[in-house]
Structure formats: structure tokens, C-alpha cells
């Protein structure tokens, strides 16, 4: 079975990034970091799973990818899930530019087994609208990722359409990806294991909200939005309580801005843009409610994700992947469709063989 990681992550080379920052904010050695801290909790006392969080560089991430058998990897950041909480303009597009630059010079150039996805400054509109030109025209991107904390208002926000627009002009995706989970709730919460189970799908259903009830899938057809690593449980969620709620609540719509119309189901409105292969969202392999999930939208909806090298090793991405191949709730073209199919199709991939030269 062929394998497509539709989310895996890099480790930030600060040094490395520094070469490619402007003046004045190259002024000065480097920093340990380029981003503000994702958040209190990741200061975590406790235990991970052995091999977790290790350092990997470009050649580590190789060896890791055939050991499990992954053809192609799209990469995210992982300082930069803290993006939205900067607040300098100048200094967005400044780190988004060297991001984006480092990431194509380390990873993308170094095999065509890497894709990348880009940081834009969605602090600044205009400037993510070129900066995600820059990144899919000049440096071959898939599309970008939006936080889905920090920024100052819901990505279905009328100001940031215009980043949407461009994305439409393009075919590109859009991944919204959850991980710095400050100001939601949990800020005095004595356990980090409640915050990082519920922090990253909390924040993309109400990003998932924004977008959906706000008419961005239908005014933006040609765009691509994914909804990552927060498992597919919050989706099941959202076909239940948005039904009920649009029955009940239905917001007078003067403008025809908003979706979706009174007299449509919200569940049938996502399946319809799942099947258009506008609408995706992240799943690991061992997840239980997968396969229910499946039979409600169908198998067009779901990318496999590894999320190497944070919270896994080797041997656990292994186990999922076997778990998902062996799953009999499962069809051969659903399996087919969430190991590799959907990530090519919402990436806009042509994956090459997994060759030993890599």
C-alpha cells in the first residue's frame, strides 16, 4: 500500500533560518527560536514515548520514511504553530519569508520525497496574498497553513478572503493546524493531558465554523482547506450539533454571504464539499471512531498523518498504519483513499517512486 504522510513536521534551524531574515531583523546572533512559545503547557513535565520529540534533521526524516514505508512527506512547521500570536506586522512577513525560505533550501531541494507548506502573514492580507503566491509559483509549496490560535479573529473572518481568493487562483491547499492552545480555556489547567487532547480539535471546529457557515467553500471552490491533527472525532461533532442548530437558529442572510442556505442540512452541505474534494481533514491510523466517520462522509474526507517527529516513534507510526490496512469496517479504495489518495488530491501531488537514491 502505498503511503502519503499529509502531516508530518520539521524542527526549525535557527541558524540556519537567520541567513534568510532581512535586515534589521537579521541584526544580532541567532535566537533559539524564531516564534513566540506555542504556549505554558509545553513546558511539560512528564514522559513522552521513547524516540519522541527527537531532533531530526532532512536525513533523519529520510531514514525515518523508509523504515515505515512513507513514499512522500508534506512537511509543517513546529515553532510556527505559534505564528498567530505574533503581533509586528513587519516582523510576520519578515520570519514567514525565512521560513518558507529555509524550508524549500533544507527540505524541499534536498527531496522530492519533501513538500512543503507555507507560513503566510495573515496579520498583514495583502502580504500573505504574495507571500503564498512566492510559495507555490516560485518555491513549488503545496499551499500554506494557518494557525488555528493566535490570530485576532476566526479564519472565515471577511479580512482574510482575500488570501482565500488568491488561494482559488492557484488550486492550492489550505492547511489550518492546531498546537499552541493558550486562551481557550485551559490557561489554569493543573494536567496537560485533557489540554492536548481536547486543545487541537476544539480549535479547528471552531476555525471548521468560521469557514463552513461563512460561504468560504462555495465562494472559493478551486481553494483546498484541510483541517489537521485533531483526530476526527470534533467532525462527528460538527455533523450533530450544527444540524440541530441550524434547524433551530437560522440567521437571517440579507447579503447571500452566509451557508449554507435555510432549507439544506448542514451534514448534507460538508458531505457535498467533501465529495467536491474541497474539504478534508487529518486522521491517524488506529483511531476508533474512523470508520464510523467514513460511513458518514465518505472516504474522500481523510489524510493520514504521522505527525513524525513529535509525539511517535517508528515503531507506534508502524502500528497505525498496520491497524488502518488490517481494519475490516474498512473497504480496500477507503484504505486507499486515506493512505495515499485524498493527500495527493488535496496537495496537488505527482509523488515519485520511493527510490534508494531518495
Known amino acids: 500500500m502505498r503511503i502519503i504522510d499529509g502531516d508530518g513536521h520539521v524542527f526549525e534551524d535557527s541558524e540556519a533560518m537567520q541567513r534568510f531574515l532581512p535586515p534589521p531583523f537579521n541584526q544580532g546572533p541567532a ?12 513546558d511539560f513535565i512528564g514522559q513522552t514515548p521513547p524516540g519522541s520529540f527527537r531532533p531530526v534533521g532532512p536525513d533523519g526524516w529520510l531514514e525515518f520514511a ?6 512522500t512527506a508534506v512537511l509543517y512547521t513546529t515553532g510556527g504553530l505559534a505564528f498567530g500570536k505574533i503581533t509586528h506586522r513587519d516582523w510576520a512577513t519578515a520570519v514567514a519569508r525565512a521560513y518558507n525560505n529555509w524550508l524549500h533550501e533544507a527540505y524541499v531541494q534536498r527531496s522530492p ?28 509549496f503545496s499551499g500554506a497553513m494557518l494557525p488555528s490560535t493566535g490570530l485576532k479573529d476566526h479564519l472565515g473572518a471577511k479580512e482574510y478572503w482575500p488570501v482565500y ?30 489540554v492536548g487532547a481536547m486543545g487541537h480539535p476544539m480549535s479547528l471546529l471552531i476555525n471548521f465554523s468560521g469557514i463552513l457557515f461563512n460561504g468560504i467553500l462555495d465562494r472559493f471552490p478551486n481553494a483546498r482547506f484541510g483541517f489537521m491533527e485533531g483526530g476526527v472525532a470534533w ?3 460538527a455533523l450533530e450539533r450544527f444540524d440541530r442548530a441550524h434547524e433551530t437558529h437560522i440567521q437571517w442572510n440579507p447579503r ?28 491517524e491510523g488506529d483511531e476508533p471512531g474512523l470508520s464510523y466517520a467514513v460511513s458518514q ?8 498523518s504521522s505527525d513524525f517527529p513529535h509525539e511517535v516513534n517508528n515503531e507506534s507510526c508502524k502500528k497505525e498504519i498496520r491497524e488502518l490496512i488490517e481494519c475490516e469496517d474498512l473497504s480496500e479504495a477507503d484504505k486507499e483513499a486515506i493512505l495515499h489518495g485524498n493527500a495527493e488530491w488535496f496537495y496537488g501531488l505527482k509523488t515519485p517512486a520511493m527510490v534508494d537514491g531518495r
Not at 535566537?31 to 509545553?42: A, E, I
Not at 523508509?66 to 513514499?71: N, S, T
Not at 442556505?261 to 467536491?276: F, G, L, M, N
Not at 472516504?299 to 493520514?304: D, K, P, T, V
Open 31 to 42: 535566537r533559539p527560536r524564531w516564534f513566540p512559545p506555542l504556549d505554558h503547557f509545553h
Open 165 to 194: 481568493a488568491e488561494a482559488d487562483r492557484l488550486g492550492c491547499a489550505i492547511g489550518i493546524h492546531g498546537g499552541a492552545h493558550s486562551t481557550m480555556g485551559f490557561d489554569h489547567m493543573n494536567v496537560y493531558t485533557p
Open 66 to 71: 523508509d523504515d515505515v514505508g512513507i513514499e
Open 297 to 304: 462522509v465518505g472516504g474522500r474526507a481523510f489524510i493520514y
Open 113 to 140: 520525497r519533501f513538500k512543503g507548506m507555507a507560513l503566510i502573514p495573515m496579520q498583514d492580507p495583502e502580504a500573505a496574498v504574495e507571500e503564498l503566491r512566492r510559495a507555490v509559483e516560485e518555491l513549488g
Open 235 to 237: 467532525l462527528l461533532v
Open 256 to 283: 447571500g454571504e452566509l451557508s449554507p442556505p435555510a432549507d439544506q442540512k448542514v451534514s448534507d452541505y460538508i458531505r457535498d464539499h467533501v465529495h467536491a474534494g474541497r474539504l478534508f481533514v487529518g486522521c
